[in-house]
């Protein structure tokens, strides 16, 4: 009989953080499981809906991977880097610089490099929407590059790892495309390029005409602006519909800004009971599909579906 293992000899299983993550886990199978599908037994409709829609969840699992990692251990959350990256088409560790070090430093303030208002002026309807992913990348771009020099000089293991996902990323689209083009094309970037799309746009639906002005700290400025209690809350809209169950609570954003740590499955308790009542009710919205039909449908035809603007006209960059 082999004798018994010494105890630092067992093995040691992958451990998640937080059950829930299951579901984020079942997202990350079910997208490359859907495309090598197709690619072997040709395109479905329905199958590809499905596919697009897993895109959005991606996004957001990389962003709530981000934030609070997925798993207890580093080797699982580096593999979890490389296999968000190979989904997603661009690299994980753009979330660090444009993400936590600059929109939730800022909170859509005037620092924020991505701001809504910075394009265009203070605006909600759906011409910017679908701007806003083009817009933000142009102003985002410069600040990726000046955050790897940066980490060149001074930190040259973070900056191979960051190359390492580049490498992935580009090497991933080489294969695929050398293998069939029009199946790479239908089945993988497109899908990829629909979610960043999403992921950028996003940033619009929660923070168009809310209050990105900074914050004051004397009594008699706030008083001077009509500060209430809760205004310095009101930098972000809130979804409380079926998005989030669907796609991991994403439609809490103040609750998330507030606590960019906390899990994400604990966000519908801190919205409902720390921050809902506490910001403008008009930014505590129902279901995310009615709120565009509203207003990005119905508003340009009929006045009283538009949203309106928590910034004076006159503050927008200030």
Not at 15 to 37: I, K
Not at 65 to 86: A, K, P, Q
Not at 110 to 132: E, I, K, M, S, W
């Amino acid at each position: 009989m082999a004798p018994p293992r010494p105890p630092d000899a067992r093995p040691r299983w992958p451990r998640l953080r937080h059950w829930r993550d299951w579901q984020s886990l079942a997202y990350l199978a079910a997208l490359p499981a859907l495309a090598a599908w197709q690619w072997v037994h040709g395109f479905n409709a329905v199958l590809y809906a499905l596919m697009l829609f897993l895109t959005l969840g991606i996004g957001v699992i990389h962003h709530n991977h981000v934030h609070l990692r997925m798993w207890r251990g580093r080797r699982m959350n580096r593999l979890t880097d490389f296999w968000i990256t190979l989904l997603q088409g661009h690299p994980t560790f753009v979330f660090w610089p444009a993400h936590v070090a600059n929109h939730h430093r800022h909170r859509h303030g005037p620092d924020d490099v991505a701001r809504t208002y910075r394009f265009g002026g203070d605006t909600n309807h759906l011409q910017g929407y679908l701007l806003h992913p083009f817009q933000a990348v142009w102003v985002l771009v410069p600040v990726f590059v000046a955050w790897l020099a940066r980490l060149r000089r001074h930190q040259r293991g973070a900056w191979r790892y960051c190359m390492a996902q580049y490498v992935l990323w580009a090497g991933s689209w080489t294969v695929l495309l050398a293998l069939d083009w029009r199946k790479a094309l239908v089945l993988v970037i497109v899908p990829q390029l629909h979610g960043l799309h999403w992921l950028l746009a996003t940033n619009y639906l929660q923070h168009a005409h809310a209050d990105g002005r900074k914050p004051v700290r004397s009594t008699a400025q706030k008083e001077a602006r009509g500060d209430t209690p809760g205004s310095r809350l009101n930098y972000a809209r809130n979804f409380e519909g079926l998005v989030n169950p669907l796609l991991f609570n994403i439609g809490l954003h103040t609750a998330h800004h507030e606590n960019p740590h906390a899990h994400w499955s604990e966000l519908t308790h801190l919205h409902s009971t720390r921050y809902r009542a506490r910001v403008d009710p008009v930014l505590n919205e129902g279901g995310l599909v009615p709120y565009m039909v509203r207003v990005f449908v119905l508003g340009p035809v009929w006045p009283r579906f538009r949203s309106r603007p928590l910034m004076p006209p006159d503050s927008s960059i200030t």
